[in-house]
C-alpha cells in the first residue's frame, strides 16, 4: 500500500480553511488529496494526474469523501491552461509531491522498479510515444553518459553507458540491472543497489521531469493568493536544486537594493519561506522511501 510522505506536514503547512481552493499537482493514488479533501467541506480540490491507473483508484477513494474536488487528466506543466478552462484564476494552495509512487514502482508492466522484471516503459503518462526502451537502445553513447550522469548523479555514467550501448538490443528491466551490475566495483554494488541512480535518470529523461517542473512551479507561484501557499515534497538533489533556487529568487529583496534606506513597495518580495522539513525517524523507519525526502513551504505575502 502506498504511504504518502510528510502527510500531516502537508496538512499542517497548506494552512487550509473549509473553504480554500486547492490543486494537487501530484494525485497519484490520493493519499494527500483525501485528506486535504477532509478539511475542505466547503471549498474545492483540483487534483492532477495523468496516469489513468491512478486516477481511476483515486476516484473511488475520493467519491468515498466528498464530491467538492475535479480530476484533471493532465501533466501537472499545463496547471495555469487547464486550471483558465475551468475558470480558475486564483487559489490558496499548491501541492507538488514529486516522489514516484509504490503503485507504479511495484506495478510489474511499468518497468519503474529495478527489482521487479517487465520491459522497459518507465512513461507516467502511458500514451506517450518516448519510453525507456527507446532511451536504452537508440540513444547515443555520448547522450546515456550526459543523462545518466546529470540525472542520475551517477559517477560510473561512462562504463554503464558503454556496456549498455555494447549489449543491445535489452528489452527488459532485469536485463538492464545485470548490465549496470557489470560496469560498476564490487564495493559500489555492497553500498547501495547500483542500478537506482541509472533507473532515475532514465525514468526522468522519459519524463522530462525537471524541465516540467520548473516550469510548473513558476506558473503555479503566479496562481496563489495572497497568503495561499506551495508545498513542495521532493526526492532527490536535482528536484530540490530547482525548487530551492526558484523560491528563494522570489523571496529575497534585489542585493542592488539592499543599500537603499527604505526599499520602495513595488520592490519588495510577494514571497516569504515558511519552512523546510525532513521527514522524522520514525516516519523513515516505517516508510523507507521517505528517508531522501525534503519538504518546502513558500507563501504569497503581497
Request: proline share 3%; aromatic share 8%.
Amino acid at each position: 500500500m502506498h504511504k504518502s510522505v510528510l502527510l500531516s506536514e502537508c496538512i499542517e503547512y497548506l494552512n487550509l480553511n473549509d473553504d480554500s481552493i486547492i490543486v494537487d499537482c501530484t494525485l497519484g493514488y490520493g493519499g494527500h488529496s483525501s485528506e486535504i479533501l477532509k478539511h475542505i467541506k466547503n471549498g474545492h480540490l483540483y487534483a492532477i494526474d495523468q496516469d489513468i491507473d491512478a486516477i481511476n483508484y483515486s476516484k473511488n477513494r475520493l467519491d468515498a469523501i466528498s464530491s467538492n474536488y475535479t480530476i484533471i487528466k493532465s501533466n501537472f506543466l499545463n496547471i495555469k491552461s487547464e486550471l483558465a478552462k475551468l475558470n480558475v484564476k486564483k487559489v490558496n494552495g499548491i501541492l507538488y509531491d514529486l516522489g514516484v509512487s509504490s503503485p507504479q514502482l511495484d506495478c510489474d508492466d511499468r518497468g519503474f522498479s529495478f527489482h521487479k522484471d517487465a520491459k522497459l516503459d518507465m512513461r507516467m503518462d502511458q500514451s506517450q510515444t518516448l519510453s525507456a526502451y527507446h532511451v536504452v537502445n537508440e540513444y547515443s553513447y555520448d547522450k546515456l553518459v550526459e543523462i545518466i550522469y546529470k540525472y542520475g548523479e551517477e559517477k560510473y555514467a561512462k562504463n554503464i553507458a558503454k556496456n549498455i550501448v555494447a549489449s543491445r538490443p535489452i528489452n527488459n528491466t532485469l536485463e538492464l540491472v545485470e548490465i549496470i551490475k557489470n560496469a560498476v566495483p564490487m564495493k559500489y554494488k555492497l553500498e547501495h543497489h547500483p542500478a537506482r541512480r541509472t533507473f532515475q535518470a532514465i525514468r526522468i529523461e522519459v519524463n522530462n521531469e525537471l524541465e516540467v517542473f520548473e516550469k510548473s512551479l513558476r506558473d503555479a507561484l503566479e496562481l496563489l493568493e495572497i497568503g495561499g501557499r506551495i508545498c513542495v515534497i521532493t526526492f532527490h538533489s536535482l528536484e530540490d536544486k530547482i525548487c530551492k533556487e526558484i523560491f528563494n529568487s522570489v523571496s529575497k529583496v534585489n542585493s542592488e537594493l539592499n543599500l537603499l534606506p527604505v526599499i520602495p513597495k513595488e520592490y519588495l518580495p510577494k514571497f516569504k519561506i515558511i519552512k523546510n522539513i525532513k521527514p522524522n525517524l520514525d516516519e523513515i523507519n516505517d516508510n523507507k522511501r521517505a528517508r531522501s525526502a525534503k519538504l518546502r513551504v513558500i507563501e504569497r505575502i503581497g
